[in-house]
Every structure is written in C-alpha cells, then in structure tokens.
C-alpha cells in the first residue's frame, strides 16, 4: 500500500512525510482492516513532525481516518465487510487501570493514539480494534466526516468540560478546524460567541458560522465571558483570555502541546475570583460516538479543502501557516 511515512523529527517546512510502498497491514484477533478514503490532518501531526509530541518512528500519522472495512481478524464481529467506518485519536486503552475503570479511558496509563503510538490513516489501508471504530452516520461525504473525528469530538469535549450553559457567552481563541466546529454547536446550544483570531479570513468564517463578535486576543469583548476555549499553540492567549472572563468562569486549554511558554500571570486580574484553567486531554470513544449522533442532528457541515496523500506535507505546512479555511483532509488514491 501506499503511504506517507514520517522516519525522523523535522521542520514542517523541510516536507519530512515520504511516500512509500509498505506492506498493507493484516488484523489481527479482535481488529477490522480498514480501506481508507481519505484522513483529516490536524494540529496533533505537526507536534509530532516537530518533536513536541513523541511519536513511534517511523510511523504513519493521521487520527481523523474514515474508510470501508475491507477485511475481519479472528473473533471480529461488530462490523460487517464494506460498514463505513471511523477511527478517532483514541485507538485503544487498557480497560483496567483506575482510570479506564472510573470512565475517564482518555487518561489511561497505557493510552495509545491513532497515527501515533502506531500507525494511522495517512495510508490506503489501516488496522484498529473493532471496539474503537465508529459507524458514520448517513448524512454525512467521507470528507466531511474526517473533521469530525477529532477536530469535532475534541471540540466537544472542549465544550463540555467548559461547563457552558445555554445562552452564556463562550470565548474561542483561535479559528481552526476544531473551533469552526464548536461554534456551531455553540449556536445550537444558544450560546452567544466571540471569536478572537488575528487572521482576517478567519474571522470572516466565523461571522459566516454566528459569531458576533470578532476581534484580536488582546481586545475587550462586548461582554466578559462565561467560558473559553484557547485553541491556540502560543502561550500569550492564557492570560489574554484570563483577563476577559467571568468571574467563577472557565478557561480550557484544548492544545496538546504550546508552543512557547506562558507568561507570568497577575493574580488579582487573571485568576482571582474563582476562575478556573482546565486543559483537556485524548477523546474517549464515548465523546466520538456522542458527537457524531450530535453532529448528524444539528447538522453540523464542516467547511472542508481536499488534498492527495502524497501532498501532505504541503497540506501541513498550509495548516501550520494558518492558510487552511476549517479543516483540511488527505484523500487516499484507490
Ligand atoms: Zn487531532
Ligand atoms: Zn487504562
């Protein structure tokens, strides 16, 4: 099969993913072999290029995977030959450790994510536990189902654990794939949006998704918010976002890595009155399965541009220059 490999840590811009011939992967007991069509690209894969996320090398990335089941491993039988399914970031968890054991498998001792403690979708074929696959909803184009796969369901849990109540404001630091999302959930749910993002397309999709206010991360909203989610890889919307919340509101830091530190915080200004800063780690697949019924009742339509696999590395290098408008997917060739 063909794929995209990356072998050794690098600069996005020195375009490190190699397409390679490897042999297709076979399942094994309990897996589904899954032919994949296309694989969302996110922010996750340019932390793991770059070395701020650690990878297995060489490893095939990519965590938004959507495809046919094309073959069953021994005692597989949730799904049958030809189901359209979904792989998210969660590929598995051990099921026994105190974490998985009170519900919260997405901090599980022995986590292991798609794309990156093994391979993913950046690759014609794949392999996944059956018990970590997602039937998609009907409604749904493979393209725009990959976003929801991770830049949705990390955005839902975002806003879940933002402890957002109908028609309260919500703060989004950063208008990317996962944010394009939340924010029409954040319609839905009644809840009145204030985008900050310095790049003016950006701002332009987030009027177009409701927003109703747009401004730079250092500018005063029209009214202080109840919550907000930093989707932004610099540590200066922290304290930026801080300043603008709520008393007793929440700030949720929904990147995996920052790219630089966050600055020195003024106790009485950023953190008194019982503000709060929670980050959010992996999905579980309860947040997928939740989120795709959620997404297909809304409807939420992701605004999707479309690349072939052996353009990845052109495709992540536009995502790191924030030159993608919503999500941004590889399709595989047949
Ligand atoms: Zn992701
Ligand atoms: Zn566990």
């Not at 919260?104 to 001792?109: F, G, H």
Request: some cysteine; glycine content about 10%.
């Amino acid at each position: 099969m063909k794929a995209m490999v990356l072998k050794e840590i690098s600069t996005v811009e020195r375009e490190p993913l190699r397409l390679e011939d490897l042999p297709d992967p076979v399942p094994g007991p309990g897996e589904i072999l899954v032919k994949v069509s296309v694989c969302g690209v996110c922010h996750t894969e340019l932390d793991e290029i770059e070395g701020r996320l650690q990878s297995k090398l060489p490893v095939v990335l990519g965590h938004q995977v959507v495809g046919k089941v094309a073959a069953l491993g021994s005692g597989a039988k949730r799904f049958q030959l030809g189901d359209r399914v979904g792989i998210a970031w969660i590929y598995s968890a051990c099921g026994k450790c105190h974490f998985c054991q009170g519900g919260n498998e997405n901090l599980c001792l022995d986590f292991k994510g798609t794309g990156c403690h093994v391979n993913g979708g950046y690759a014609q074929y794949t392999v996944v536990p059956e018990d970590y696959a997602y039937l998609i909803p009907q409604r749904f184009s493979d393209s725009q189902t990959a976003p929801l796969l991770c830049a949705g369901a990390i955005g839902y849990r975002d806003l879940a654990l933002s402890g957002i109540q109908r028609g309260q404001t919500l703060g989004l630091f950063g208008f990317g794939a996962s944010a394009h999302i939340v924010i029409q959930v954040a319609k839905y749910w009644g809840c009145e949006t204030f985008v900050f993002t310095r790049n003016e397309e950006h701002r332009e999709l987030a009027k177009k998704l409701g927003a109703s206010w747009t401004g730079g991360s250092e500018d005063q909203p029209p009214r202080k918010l109840n919550c907000a989610i930093d989707f932004t890889p610099v540590g200066e919307t922290v304290p930026n976002a801080l300043r603008v919340l709520e008393k007793g509101g929440r700030l949720i830091l929904a990147v995996i890595r920052k790219k630089n530190p966050i600055p020195s915080m003024d106790y009485s200004k950023h953190l008194w009155d019982e503000k709060e800063i929670k980050s959010v780690a992996n999905i579980t697949r309860k947040d997928a399965e939740d989120f795709l019924s959620l997404a297909a009742e809304i409807p939420i339509i992701p605004e999707v541009q479309e690349f072939q696999l052996a353009e990845a590395n052109q495709a992540l290098i536009l995502l790191k220059q924030g030159r993608i408008q919503g999500s941004c997917v590889l399709r595989m060739p047949d």
